[in-house]
């Protein structure tokens, strides 16, 4: 899809959520907004946060904080909104350099870019040409790793394990239908009906599959913690 249309795009998923989610309370600083305040969940819980957009140095910052090249297209969502939270999709954004504003302190802050990015902070199992751009959590151990791909789709890709759930043609098609997607799990009031999947595409098993990790992750740990007490027992006699 052409860069104006992903503009289009952008534009239009705000408009929706806004209309959505404005009356149950927003707050605004800048050009960031916080909608759907759903205080049943805690005193400051909102079902979308968008963070003011980058402008050229910052954009220069994002990409040294990823440690790699910065997408085009995910250079043009940062420069309108510096990463989002959108009911069950979290956008990533420029956290360090000119991006640390007065904003934040009301609306908070993106996930880093670097996560997904980095080149220690991502599997084996990612392509080198894949620009990580998000995460989509299921009901618990579940979750899914958004990744821009280097000819423009958008892929959903296990957390533990190289298995794709979905992908989405473009950047501009994920927004315009999975935000819509996701707004179909939400009754009017913001609480999740608990009728739509909180994960699209083929996740029926990433739930099993998130769990047996967090089991060997927890084991390892509990290992390790036991190894450095008996080690740090040991410098003491």
């Known amino acids: 899809m052409a860069d104006q249309n992903l503009t289009d795009i952008i534009d239009v998923t705000v408009r ?6 404005d009356p149950l309370g927003y707050v605004e600083a800048e050009s960031a907004f916080a909608t759907g305040h759903t205080p049943s969940v805690a005193p400051m819980a909102y079902l979308c946060r968008f963070y003011a957009g980058l402008d050229d140095a910052a954009l220069g910052d994002a990409e040294g904080e990823s440690e790699r090249h910065l997408p085009a297209v995910y250079r043009q969502f940062l420069r309108a909104y510096n990463g989002a939270h959108v009911m069950g999709v979290s956008l990533m954004g420029a956290t360090g350099g000119q991006n640390l504003r007065d904003a934040a302190a009301a609306i908070g802050q993106p996930v880093s870019i670097r996560y997904q990015n980095a080149f220690y902070l991502r599997p084996d199992f990612i392509p080198e040409g894949h620009f990580g751009i998000g995460t989509m959590n299921g009901n618990g151990n579940a979750q899914g790793h958004l990744y821009l791909t280097s000819t423009g789709e958008v ?3 296990n957390r533990e394990h190289n298995l794709i759930a979905i992908t989405w043609p ?6 315009s239908t999975e935000i819509p997607r996701q707004f179909s799990r939400y009754d009017a009031q913001g609480n999740d009906t608990g009728q739509v999947a909180r994960l699209p595409g083929n996740t029926q098993d990433w739930e099993a599959l998130g769990k047996q990790a967090a089991d060997q992750r927890k084991k390892e740990n509990s290992v390790s913690h036991k190894l450095m007490r008996k080690l740090g027992m040991g410098r003491k006699c």
């Not at 929706?16 to 989610?21: G, P, S, T, Y």
């Open 16 to 21: 929706a959520v806004r209309e959505r989610w």
């Open 170 to 175: 473009s950047l501009a098609d994920f927004l």
């Open 155 to 157: 892929e959903l890709i």
